[in-house]
């Protein structure tokens, strides 16, 4: 019934996504195949942080069908990350060539004002994106070093000219669709690109150097005509393997620097496992003997290490109840996490159906509502906690009211800067009703089973009175722990988080869940051996206060990554216009918020466990 109520919530904007080159759509000769156009956004490698626009923004002057636009069913995740499809007036049918057809009935009169915004977008190399048959229509570009040709997403909307300081408007479109044959007179599209051209006079479509290209006057109305051929070309490529070539830039143009990513991350973990196992095997078996030997001994003796600290290890910390709720929203996003990655390998998640992705992990999230609730309820009910009622509204609103007040906050700066990456009201009230209707039942449901369930018993008594603390070595500082701790898990994962930076900033295809799931696998490795190692030495130093120290530990690689969201943005990215700015420090806060919340889940549970089994493990009077 939970997941009819989340299909029924999304049923206005989610679309179904389909196995990679499964549910084809065959066509017969003749038959209309639908070229559907996409905000535009910009392609430049440094000035990327500019805010998309539709296609039909009145500024850009783009002819709307006749009859008027209309609005293609998307998906949530798609409507978050700015796309708006709209049909167009482009007549495609299949195996129909056309040459020097023009868009629009009547020539497009551009004032001078919009002229200045055009000019400024092709400045800031901003790119359309088309869309045939669920295929991005991309741009041919080939590989210097490989010769090797892939596909950009997108293509140019004009293009600027460095010697003559002035900025062209591509109006002629030379569409190329590649096609097989299927038999029975079907068959499919395998690949779309175009070759833009700017032509001052595009009615005769005749374009060579000779030929003026189409310049916007900035002082006066220009006058001008859109115009596109179509030229159909056999190409005996399967159906199934027809992103192969948008793939390129991710899934094979850097293969070696994936896997020195995995390799780096190797290194790291077994590091880590080599000193967790001297410790365990050495160490602490050492300790554990020797300890149950003291015990069996008649003449009783003074207890030293850390089985002096035993009556106060397991004592409850400070605002345990905000501890037990971070730790429910970190199993909420672990849980989410896994699944989302174990969708990705499988393959349900299609390229061509955008944001899927981002769909899936909003739908997943809100599914695993009483993970939350139920984690938060039993770590609460350990600590001994009495306000359970405050705990399981936390556990319901803070983590999640605090995503959604970011996200309203950035919305009005992109609703202020007029950008279509706005998100529509309508969609907003759909996540709240997500959040409000399904997710924070599901908690309380979670919190019910979780406060039912046996009280979590610690292996020893703590005692009434908490023993002093002694003066702590300059390494085992707070402050100075939680910085080393959070550098090796963000060490393991850096590399491989360049590439997902520059898919999410650079509007580039992911598509290597493989070796995201093996540094997600590394990651969660790393995440406990660093807790475990800090935490014996924790104890072997005499200090009891470990369950924040635990979490805040792992979840340091947040501060790190939220350090390199920093170097990335004054080095990859150009900082001109403010709202772009500020939308990019609000999104690496929350997925960084996210990274804390997952990472110091991890550290604590591993802590815990750790120090519940080795205190289990030896005679206490």
């Known amino acids: 019934m939970l997941v009819v109520a989340v299909a029924c919530v999304l049923a206005a ?109 092709v400045k800031e190399k901003y790119a359309l994106n088309w869309v045939i048959d669920q295929l991005p229509i991309a741009k041919v570009t080939t590989d210097k070093k490989t010769g090797k040709e892939y596909y950009n997403l997108g293509f140019d909307l004009g293009y600027y000219s460095m010697e003559k300081k002035k900025a062209y408007l591509n109006n002629f479109y030379d569409i190329h669709i590649e096609y097989n044959s299927i038999g029975d ?163 349900f998640l299609s390229p061509s159906s955008r944001g899927s992705l981002s769909t899936i992990m909003i739908v997943f999230y809100v599914l695993f509502g009483s993970i939350a609730g139920y984690v938060s309820a ?73 406060f039912k369930a046996p009280k979590i018993e610690y292996p020893v008594r703590v005692n009434q009175i908490p023993r002093q603390i002694p003066e702590q070595l300059f390494y085992l500082k707070p402050l100075v722990v939680v910085l080393m701790g959070g550098i090796l898990p963000f060490g393991a994962i850096f590399i491989e988080l360049y590439f997902i930076m520059n898919s999410i900033w650079f509007h580039k295809v992911y598509y290597v869940f493989g070796f995201l799931f093996l540094v997600f696998l590394i990651l969660i490795i790393t995440c406990s051996e660093v807790a475990v190692l800090l935490c014996y030495f924790h104890l072997c130093a005499e200090v009891i206060a470990l369950w924040w120290k635990s979490f805040f530990t792992s979840g340091a690689s947040a501060f790190y990554f939220y350090v390199y969201g920093i170097v990335y943005y004054f080095t990859k990215l150009k900082y001109e216009q403010f709202t772009s700015s500020v939308l990019y420090f609000g999104w690496t806060a929350v997925m960084a918020f996210g990274l804390f919340s997952l990472t110091g889940t991890i550290g604590f549970v591993a802590c815990f466990l750790f120090v519940h089994r080795i205190y289990g493990s030896i005679k206490v009077d």
């Open 378 to 450: 039993r770590i609460y009910k350990m600590f001994g906690g009495q306000s359970w009622k405050k705990n399981v509204m936390l556990s319901a609103f803070m983590f999640p009211g605090i995503i959604f007040l970011i996200f309203i906050i950035l919305n009005f700066f992109l609703v202020g800067a007029k950008s279509s990456g706005a998100v529509p009201f309508l969609t907003i009230l759909m996540l709240f009703s997500l959040w409000i209707l399904i997710s924070a039942p599901l908690c309380f449901v979670g919190a019910y089973f979780g």
């Open 13 to 121: 904007t989610v679309q179904a996504f389909y196995l990679p080159g499964m549910a084809p759509k065959n066509y017969k000769k003749g038959q209309a195949v639908e070229l559907l156009v996409n905000a535009l956004s910009s392609q430049d490698t440094v000035n990327i942080l500019v805010l998309p626009y539709d296609f039909y923004y009145d500024q850009l002057h783009y002819c709307e069908p006749e009859g008027g636009k209309k609005a293609q069913s998307e998906n949530l995740g798609s409507m978050l990350f700015g796309d708006r499809f709209y049909d167009s007036r482009f007549d495609v049918k299949m195996l129909t060539n056309e040459k020097c057809k023009v868009l629009c009935k009547d020539p497009i009169v551009m004032p001078a004002k919009d002229a200045v915004f055009v000019n400024d977008l």
């Open 185 to 347: 007179g079907n068959y499919r599209v395998v690949g779309a690109f175009v070759y833009p051209h700017s032509i001052e006079d595009a009615k005769d479509c005749v374009f060579n150097p000779d030929v003026a290209p189409l310049e916007l006057s900035e002082k006066q109305e220009t006058k001008f005509v859109y115009a596109y051929s179509v030229t159909w070309k056999v190409y005996i490529k399967l159906y199934f393997v027809r992103w192969e070539k948008y793939l390129t830039l991710t899934a094979s143009s850097e293969p070696r620097i994936h896997w020195f990513s995995l390799i780096n991350s190797v290194v790291i973990v077994l590091f880590l496992s080599g000193m967790v196992g001297m410790i365990l095997i050495r160490a602490l078996h050492k300790d554990i003997m020797r300890y149950n030997q003291m015990d069996s001994q008649e003449d009783p003796q003074e207890d030293f290490g850390w089985k002096l600290v035993h009556g106060d290890v397991f004592r409850t910390p400070i605002h345990g109840i905000f501890l037990s709720v971070l730790v429910g929203s970190g199993a909420q996003t672990f849980v989410m996490t896994c699944m989302t990655l174990m969708f990705a390998i499988m393959g």
